[in-house]
C-alpha cells in the first residue's frame, strides 16, 4: 500500500439548515461520494481523500494525501529537509469553496418561500441543501451518464470511469479511491470499445467522442471559460455576471448553446451542466421529475404546454426563474430532492397512510409485493422511452432553432 500523509479531524462550525451533507451528497448533484459507517462521507477530490462527518453544529472533516515518490527514499544527510517537508494543507478552502458555503441559506430559502407557497410548504422537510462547485469536466461527464439512468447506477458508471482511467490517490479501509480522469485520458483508440464492455452502452460513444471534441477541437480552457464569473473556480477573483433577464443571462445562454455541440448533451443535460458545473444558478434542468412537479404543483400540463416541447421546457424554466431569480437553479433543486424516492422518509404522514391503505387493500402481501414490482417494471420502461424521446426532441428542435437564427442572420448580411 502506498505511503500516505493523514491529518487529524477537524471541524468547521455549520448548522444542518446551512448544509446537510447526508442530503446534498445524496440527490443526483455529484456521483462520486461514498457513504461509509456512521454516516462517513468519502471522496477523492483535488489530490486527496476528503472524509466528512457531522452533527447538529460542525462539520467534521479530514483529509488523505499521498506521499510524492520522491519522498519515499532514505534522505542523504545533505538533504534532512526531505524527513519533514513543508506541507500545506488547503482542505478548509476547498470545502468552502465546493460546498458553496459563502451565501447564508437560511435567508435563501426565506426568499423562495416568500415568493412561492409550494416551496414554502415542502422545504422545511429539506434544509441545507446546497448547489456544489463542481469541476466542469466531470459534471459533464456525469450528466451524459445520467441519460435514461438513475443515481445509483450513474454512480457505479463513474466509479468504473475512475477505477480505470483515473489515477490512484490512496485507500481508505481497504477500498480504492481515484481522481477523476481528465478529458486526455478518454480519447484512446479502444476507450469506446472498453466503455462498451463495461457496461456505458450507447453512452460510450457520447463520452468517447466528446473528450476527443474537447481536446483536439476546443481551446484549452474552454470548459471553464463557460463558467459563470460570479462562480470562479478555487482562488479565483469574482466578477460581474450581467443583468438577470427572463431566459437568464447572457453569459449563461452562451454556456448552455455552445454545450449543445457536445455529444450526448441535450437542453436537460447542458442545464445541469450550467448548474452543477459551472456556477449558472438560474439553469433549471427539466427533466421526468421536474416535468411532473410543474404539472402537479405549477399547473404546466394544458393548452400549449400539454407536452414537453421545447417551447414548454422553455416556459418551466422561465416560470421559475420568474419566482427565484438568478439561484432558480438552485431552489428547483429543493424541490426536486422532495420528490426522490430515495427520500421518501421525510415524506408526510399523510402520504404514509395512503400506501399502507393501498397495501391493506391488495389481498395479501404477497400479491401485492408482486403487484407493485411489475407495476414498477413496466413504468420504469416507459420512462426510459419517454424520456429518451423527450431529449431527442428537444435537441432536434434546439437544432432547428439555431438553424433558422442562422439564415436569418446570413439573410441581414446579404441586405
Known amino acids: 500500500m502506498a505511503s500516505v500523509r493523514l491529518t487529524e479531524w477537524r471541524k468547521l462550525p455549520v448548522s444542518l439548515s446551512e448544509l446537510s451533507i447526508n442530503t446534498t451528497l445524496r440527490c443526483g448533484q455529484s456521483f462520486r461520494w461514498r457513504q461509509g459507517q456512521n454516516d462517513e462521507w468519502s471522496c477523492a477530490l483535488h489530490g486527496r481523500i476528503l472524509s466528512l462527518r457531522q452533527d447538529a453544529t460542525h462539520l467534521h472533516y479530514r483529509a488523505i494525501f499521498p506521499v510524492p515518490a520522491t519522498l519515499l527514499s532514505p534522505p542523504s544527510p545533505a538533504s534532512p529537509s526531505l524527513i519533514d517537508p513543508p506541507f500545506e494543507d488547503d482542505t478548509e478552502d476547498l470545502i468552502l469553496d ?32 446546497r448547489i456544489l462547485r463542481q469541476d466542469a469536466w466531470e459534471a459533464l461527464v456525469g450528466f451524459i451518464c445520467s441519460s435514461n439512468n438513475n443515481i445509483i447506477r450513474i454512480s457505479q458508471m463513474v466509479e468504473k470511469l475512475c477505477i480505470h482511467y483515473g489515477s490512484l490517490i490512496g485507500h481508505l ?26 457496461g456505458f452502452g450507447y453512452r460510450a460513444k457520447y463520452l468517447y467522442q466528446t473528450a476527443l471534441m474537447i481536446t483536439k477541437d476546443r481551446p484549452n480552457g474552454w470548459l471553464d471559460e463557460l463558467r459563470n464569473p460570479e462562480s470562479p473556480s478555487l482562488r479565483c477573483l469574482a466578477k460581474a455576471a450581467g443583468d438577470m433577464k ?56 394544458k393548452g400549449k404546454h400539454k407536452s414537453l416541447t421545447k417551447v414548454t421546457y422553455d416556459a418551466i424554466g422561465d416560470h421559475f426563474r420568474s419566482l427565484w431569480g438568478k439561484e432558480a437553479g438552485w431552489a428547483h433543486s429543493v424541490l426536486f430532492t422532495a420528490d426522490l424516492r430515495a427520500f421518501s422518509d421525510k415524506l408526510t404522514a399523510k402520504a404514509e397512510v395512503k400506501q399502507e391503505a393501498a397495501v391493506k387493500s391488495g389481498g395479501g402481501e404477497a400479491e401485492t409485493e408482486e403487484s407493485l414490482k411489475a407495476g414498477i417494471a413496466v413504468k420504469r420502461k416507459v420512462k426510459r422511452k419517454v424520456e429518451e424521446e423527450e431529449e431527442r426532441v428537444l435537441k432536434v428542435e434546439v437544432r432547428k432553432g439555431s438553424r433558422k437564427r442562422a439564415r436569418r442572420s446570413a439573410g441581414m448580411k446579404s441586405d
Open 98 to 129: 465546493y460546498f458553496n458555503l459563502a451565501p447564508d441559506l437560511t435567508k435563501l430559502y426565506e426568499q423562495w418561500s416568500s415568493a412561492d407557497s409550494n416551496f414554502k410548504r415542502k422545504a422545511p422537510k429539506f434544509t441545507g441543501v
Open 173 to 198: 479501509d481497504s477500498l480504492p479511491f481515484h481522481d477523476f480522469p481528465p478529458p486526455s485520458a478518454l480519447v484512446g483508440q479502444n476507450v469506446e470499445t472498453h466503455l462498451r464492455q463495461l
Open 246 to 301: 427572463v431566459g437568464g443571462r447572457e453569459g449563461y445562454r452562451a454556456a448552455h448553446e455552445q454545450l449543445l455541440e457536445l455529444q450526448g448533451v441535450g437542453p436537460k443535460v447542458a442545464d445541469c451542466i450550467c448548474l452543477f458545473g459551472l456556477g449558472w444558478g438560474e439553469a433549471v434542468p427539466v427533466d421526468t421529475h421536474v416535468w411532473q412537479i410543474a404539472q402537479r404543483d405549477y399547473k404546466f400540463g
